[in-house]
């Protein structure tokens, strides 16, 4: 009975693991590089979490680099706790940005309203996330850089299938990574109940055993009977 207990013990552990892992299943998505005016862009950034780092601290924070000859690094959006605008945010964004950013703080994208020709340029994400185990402190940063370009008009057929496409295999990327997260977590409670039921009937026959022994009359065991001889 105490292998019983310790197996189950071990198959609910190794249960909980992989739903866990079902939860914090992340795909890197890089941003799309086009943008229409009048429209709403989504700069997509992507900082995929470990399992260790649940717990920790995330600041993002959205800068713009214009093509202008005077090539100044402007903050234009920040996430220190909740999502904020700069206090000292030039006119050109404000009121324009959002937080498209998830809760668990692996997907930190923002959007832009109202897209102008204005908004070419460089945007990079930068993300720290902070760790603190008992006394010690940890920082971890990622930065990425995207290269928007603004058009006047919608993008030819041939380029928005080729983005269509892109996109197409970055979502069948995902999707099959979750089925097979959920079919091994399926097979994994498969097991379990097999386990269950097999060490359940070894249990029984045992049990079943013994009370056959004990259902034996006492005379019988002493005396086995006479012993063969050639």
């Known amino acids: 009975m105490e292998t019983h207990g310790r197996l189950v013990l071990h198959l609910l552990l190794l249960f909980i693991f992989a739903v866990v892992e079902v939860r914090l299943v992340c795909v890197d998505v890089p941003s799309d590089g086009e943008a229409i005016v009048g429209k709403v862009k989504k700069l997509t950034c992507i900082y995929c979490m470990k399992r260790e780092e649940i717990l920790a601290t995330t600041?993002?924070?959205?800068?713009?680099?214009?093509?202008?000859?005077?090539k100044t690094k402007t903050l234009i959006y920040l996430y220190d706790?909740?999502?904020?605008?700069?206090?000292?945010?030039?006119?050109q964004w404000k009121g324009r940005v959002t937080w498209t950013g998830s809760k668990d703080m692996q997907d930190v994208s923002i959007s832009i309203?109202?897209?102008?020709?204005?908004?070419?340029?460089?945007?990079?994400?930068?993300?720290?996330?902070?760790?603190?185990?008992?006394?010690f402190k940890l920082s971890a940063n990622k930065n990425i850089v995207i290269n928007?370009?603004?058009?006047?008009?919608?993008?030819?057929e041939a380029e928005t299938s080729k983005y269509a496409s892109e996109d197409i295999t970055a979502l069948y990327s995902e999707i099959m990574m979750y089925v097979l997260l959920v079919f091994l977590t399926f097979w994994l409670l498969v097991e379990?109940?097999?386990c269950y039921r097999k060490i359940s009937k070894s249990d029984e026959q045992v049990?079943?055993?013994?009370?056959?022994y004990l259902a034996i009359p006492?005379?019988?065991k002493e005396n086995p009977g006479p012993a063969v001889t050639e």
């Open 59 to 70: 600041k993002v924070e959205w800068f713009y680099t214009g093509q202008h000859k005077n």
């Open 81 to 91: 706790r909740e999502p904020q605008e700069p206090k000292d945010a030039d006119a």
């Open 113 to 135: 309203l109202n897209v102008t020709l204005n908004d070419t340029g460089t945007y990079e994400c930068e993300v720290t996330r902070f760790f603190e185990f008992d006394s």
């Open 148 to 156: 928007l370009k603004v058009n006047m008009r919608e993008v030819s």
């Open 192 to 194: 379990m109940v097999y």
């Open 207 to 212: 049990q079943d055993t013994a009370t056959d």
């Open 218 to 220: 006492s005379e019988n």
